[in-house]
């Protein structure tokens, strides 16, 4: 193509609209440190998401790093390994031990089915993933959380604006994680937020992003720099009036998606998850032994023709090498994993993609030679 397509690309705001932002930053001169923008924001992501309280950070990876902290994790965390390498590298800034368990090949989710012979004394939270949006086994989770005594935190990177069951997803577990990274479906350039139960819970999180400073001069714990700046809150205050509507656009590219690829043999999609609202955030396919090219032959093929998919994830985090030498790393513990980190393209979705690159898409892999 003469022009490439890329997996995704941001959804920007008119610039024009972002300037007064700007004009007011320049005029009261805060640009950190729980300006009012930052305060808007919070409040407008708790009214738009359907959560009490909401604390922001400058990514979501400080985010994790502090929710651990948040809730004084230590030991072996159950965790997938089938993700982006932050979700078990938050685990070892807070020196504690990843326990990978296999996923759900219909999901890609943690297996809650395998959660429970991996718990050890030393086991005091689980870690799971809404890998590509889609919702874990929440109820499941819980209730094996609940019998064993342990947290739950949320990695829900993914998973800005999905409901399940009617809810947001968000609310599940003791904490959920937020990115708002470029790539995200919600970007402020860079940032994130965790979701907090409860007013005591927030403040504690608020005092560890910012140093451990109770006020000007007591400091609680040995907090990090995790504050957004007034400049990522303002895009975000702007970029909430846009949200809904890219939203659709990536959930009407996904159909098309679903609908053009459904007769291709070789190819298979995800099922949709059920008594789920999704965002689109992804769309992963996976290319089977009889679809005449391999996975990496195919995606070397898009690449070749300007588009751009993504091998999402691979290689697993297991595979890593700061992980590998973990008894859980072990390749027959992880059979799902591989299998779809072996065989999982995601194809480029954005609010921007027009319907007619989706069919050029499409269309090479309906007939790739």
Aim: proline content about 7%; charged content about 20%.
């Amino acid at each position: 193509m003469k022009n490439p397509i890329y997996v995704t690309q941001p959804n920007l705001p008119p610039l024009e609209e972002f300037i007064p932002y700007l004009e007011q930053i320049w005029d009261n001169k805060i640009l950190t440190n729980n300006g009012p923008f930052h305060r808007q924001l919070e409040q407008a992501l708790c009214e738009y998401l359907g959560v009490d309280h909401l604390a922001l950070f400058t990514n979501g990876t400080i985010a994790l790093v502090t929710a651990l902290q948040a809730l004084r994790i230590s030991g072996e965390v159950i965790t997938t390994p089938y993700s982006f390498a932050a979700t078990a590298h938050s685990l070892l800034w807070n020196n504690i031990k990843p326990v990978f368990v296999d996923i759900d090949p219909d999901t890609c989710n943690l297996d809650p089915a395998r959660i429970e012979e991996a718990i050890t004394p030393k086991t005091t939270a689980i870690l799971p993933v809404h890998c590509y949006g889609n919702p874990c086994a929440v109820e499941h989770i819980q209730q094996i959380a609940d019998i064993y005594g342990l947290k739950v935190i949320y990695d829900a990177a993914h998973a800005f604006g999905v409901r399940y069951k009617g809810k947001t997803v968000l609310r599940h577990g003791d904490l959920s994680v937020l990115s708002f990274h470029a790539t995200k479906v919600f970007t402020t350039f860079e940032g994130g937020a965790i979701i907090c139960p409860d007013a005591k819970t927030k403040q504690r999180i608020d005092y560890l992003k910012n140093f451990g400073f109770a006020d000007e001069v007591t400091v609680t714990a040995s907090g990090i720099n995790g504050k957004m700046s007034e400049f990522n809150a303002a895009l975000g205050l702007l970029q909430l009036k846009y949200i809904d509507d890219a939203l659709q656009r990536r959930r009407q590219i996904e159909a098309r998606y679903r609908q053009a690829l459904a007769e291709v043999p070789g190819i298979s999609v995800l099922p949709v998850p059920p008594e789920t609202k999704g965002n689109a955030s992804y769309f992963p396919i996976l290319v089977g032994a009889d679809y005449p090219l391999s996975r990496d032959g195919l995606y070397q093929r898009m690449k070749d023709a300007g588009i751009n998919g993504r091998r999402y994830f691979y290689p697993l985090i297991s595979d890593m090498p700061m992980y590998r030498g973990l008894s859980s790393a072990k390749a027959e513990n992880l059979q799902h994993s591989h299998q779809l980190s072996g065989h999982v393209i995601c194809l480029p979705i954005y609010p921007g993609l027009p319907e007619e690159q989706v069919d050029v898409i499409t269309g090479l892999i309906a007939k790739p030679k």
